[in-house]
Every structure is written in C-alpha cells, then in structure tokens.
T-cell receptor, first 109, second 111 residues
Framework: RKEVEQDPGPFNVPEGATVAFNCTYS??????FFWYRQDCRKEPKLLMS???SGNEDGRFTAQLNRASQYISLLIRDSKLSDSATYLC??????????FGQGTRLTINP | DTGVSQDPRHKITKRGQNVTFRCDPI?????LYWYRQTLGQGPEFLTYFQNEAQLEKSRLLSDRFSAERPKGSFSTLEIQRTEQGDSAMYLC?????????FGPGTRLTVL
C-alpha cells in the first residue's frame, strides 16, 4: 500500500465549476500536510498547508480529517489557469516530503 | 534569479555510463533534498543533507548512487553504471526551517 494515495484522474471540468480532490495517508503519526501544484514539465510548488481546523486561500480550501486520515482540496469557481497536477504531500521524519501520485486536473473553456 | 538551480537541465546517456548532476540551493538554506520523479508519479525522496552532513538515504538509493554536499552549499548526485530504469526527472529542493523550494530538475534519459 502506498503511503499517500490519490485518484490520478484525469478530472476534466468546465470553467467556473467546483472540483474536489481527496487523498489518504497511511502513517497515523504524520504531523504536517500540504497540497503542491505541478504544471506540466515544471517543478512542484507549494499551494497551501493543511490544518485540522481547515484553511482557505481565496478559491482554495483545504481540510484535514485525522480520524479518517484523509486530506481534501476544494477549488471553487475554477479558472483555466488551475489546470495542473495537484500533489498531496505528507511530511515524515526530518522534513522528508512523501508525495501522492498526483491528480491531473484540466479546466475546459 | 535567487531560486534553486540545477545543472544540466537535460542529460541523455547510454546505459552503463556515469552521470553527475549539480544542485545549487537558495543561499543560506541549510537543508538540501534530492527527489526522483518518473512519468505519472509523484516525486520520491532519495536523500537529505543538513549542511554538509547526509542525514537520511532512501532504500531507493542503491549503491550506484552517491550524493555529496562537501561545503554545505551546492550538492552533486552521481549515478554510476546507469540503467534504463534510472530514466527520470531528478529534483533538488532546499529549505531553511520550513517550506521546501524545488529546482527545475534534471531530466535524465538512459538509452
């Protein structure tokens, strides 16, 4: 079983739609959680951290459910520029990032 | 540009050859990481340095792989006797205490 599991998609949604991704992690001792964004042939970039209380950054909302060991990302009013791969990330040990497979999202005009 | 830089950006080599990649982290970042990413997968951790000390190595890092960070600044990753399965994007990241910033990666193709 992978340490971080995501549905690879692809997700194809129309511009303006709301889209949600989930991922699950296996190590209950994990302490820090993130969503990264990766554009085609580019490096991953931090999108947002994920906290148990939930956090929002503009059109993006991230949520952590420790009991069920899953992390979610909600994108509202999606834009064409949101097309990318979204990587669920868990920190283990001394800042070692453990990535999920990534979920590919395409926003269609 | 004061971000993480990697060199070369692309490398094509024949099976059995040795290759070396370089990573220059953001100035004053004491932590440096190497990851490997294959097509359709997320990056996988390879190794981690704090200053010049290599503190953790993944089981993915076979004895053909070696990484160094001799002066606690730039780092090199060497792959000896390359195999076709080594074809991947090799990503370097650096951090001070928090967020890891990634470089553009070195894409390795082993023929």
């Amino acid at each position: 079983r992978k340490e971080v599991e995501q549905d690879p998609g692809p997700f194809n949604v129309p511009e303006g739609a709301t889209v949600a991704f989930n991922c699950t992690y296996s190590n209950s001792a994990s302490q820090s959680f993130f969503w990264y964004r990766q554009d085609c042939r580019k490096e991953p970039k931090l999108l947002m951290s994920v906290y148990s209380s939930g956090n929002e950054d503009g059109r993006f909302t991230a949520q952590l459910n420790r009991a069920s060991q899953y992390i979610s990302l909600l994108i509202r009013d999606s834009k064409l520029s949101d097309s990318a791969t979204y990587l669920c990330v868990v920190i283990q040990g001394a800042q070692k990032l453990v990535f999920g497979q990534g979920t590919r999202l395409t926003i269609n005009p | 540009d004061t971000g993480v830089s990697q060199d070369p950006r692309h490398k094509i080599t024949k099976r059995g050859q040795n290759v070396t990649f370089r990573c220059d982290p953001i100035s004053e970042h004491n932590r440096l990481y190497w990851y490997r990413q294959t097509l359709g997968q997320g990056p996988e951790f390879l190794t981690y340095f704090q200053n010049e000390a290599q503190l953790e190595k993944s089981r993915l890092l076979s004895d053909r792989f070696s990484a160094e960070r001799p002066k606690g600044s730039f780092s090199t990753l060497e792959i000896q006797r390359t195999e076709q399965g080594d074809s991947a994007m090799y990503l370097c990241a650096s951090s001070f205490t928090g967020e890891q910033f990634f470089g553009p990666g070195t894409r390795l193709t082993v023929l």
